[in-house]
């Protein structure tokens, strides 16, 4: 290996570090909270750009869809509708659902007669949005006693019923859509797509606001209150469900901006949020799910040595990445004395 091919590898490995520690931050964050491993996350950074393809031209993203309301936009309407339901005891939470319901509704069909670009790029993330939250009240919220291995049963069951919905909904074929900063900047040797700057740029920012939300808000202390003790935060009028939903919802956020900007650079499909998601999750585990900064940390060396193993074997690749797990439960588990049924 000489120093053009090490250097190519080094910014793809930065690159796909990045989308994995975006999707590791999330992982951990609603882990900490709700104790829910977020095995769908993946699908939803694929939903929010598949969605925005529906409200690009033809001309712009080579497909004649007519004008037709994407199917994500149903299923979050669907899962909103059926929220509401729920919540018939509260009339006027009940209504606001509908409402959002309505409204969900209502920006797919003004998207998909045709909206600028940057309008578009916004309500595609807002389609996607609610599937987060909803998912965490109509899936997790009613086995909210559940153990960790019920909630990832749960989380598991979800992501195929999510990537079955997608290729219903968008078909088996990639997408190819624009870039919103397009060429290419050379970094030394190496080439760089100027849309993979924004993702460092929104991985930076996403790092902040975490920090500035979990340290300075009264709504970020609350949710690292329920992190570190749920029954201790409910006798201090904390709701463990209103943290939930806000966990959620801001996994949800990351995950859809994190797909918009990265589809330029993959042409995203239905199938792909799957390998993301579970990278950003073995990132997430060599972080041990409780920490950001590790969390950072082992994307970045998931991203690198995914690029190694893809340049030594590209044919075992994902198998070896996914092998970084192995030495890191090992670990853990030699350091764990608790027997399950006494815990």
Known sequence: MDWTVFSFLAADAIQSGTIYALLALALVLVFAV???????????????????????????????????????????????AVW???????????????????????????????????????????????????????????VRNATVLVYLIIAVGL??????????????????????????????????????????????????????????????????????NRYGARLLGISPSQAGYVSFGIATLISAVAGMLLAPLINPAYFQGFLLGLKGFVAGILGGLVSYPLAVVGALVVGGFEQWAGYASSAFKDALVFALLLPVLLWRSLRSHEIAEEE
């Open 84 to 142: 509401a339901v729920l919540e018939r005891g509260h009339p006027r939470r009940a209504l606001g659902l509908l409402l959002a319901a309505a409204g969900v509704v209502a920006l797919a069909w003004v998207g998909a007669r045709g909206v600028p670009p940057w309008l578009g790029w916004l309500l595609a993330v807002l389609v996607v949005l609610p599937l987060g939250p909803a998912s965490y009240r109509l899936f997790f919220e009613p």
């Open 34 to 80: 709700t104790r829910v491993i977020l095995v769908p996350l993946g699908e939803f950074l694929v939903f929010a750009p598949l969605t925005y393809a529906f409200f690009l031209p033809p001309a712009v993203s080579g497909l004649e869809l007519g004008g037709q309301i994407p199917g994500t936009a149903w299923l979050s309407a669907t899962l909103l």
């Open 159 to 228: 992501h195929f019923a999510y990537q079955g919905l997608g290729l219903v909904f968008f078909g088996p074929e990639q997408y190819r859509l624009p870039a919103v900063w397009g060429g290419q900047t050379t970094v030394g040797i190496v080439p760089v797509n100027n849309q993979a700057f924004l993702v460092y740029g929104f991985a930076v920012l996403a790092m902040a606001g975490l920090y500035f939300f979990f340290t300075r808000s009264l709504y970020g202390k609350a949710l690292r209150a329920c992190a570190v």
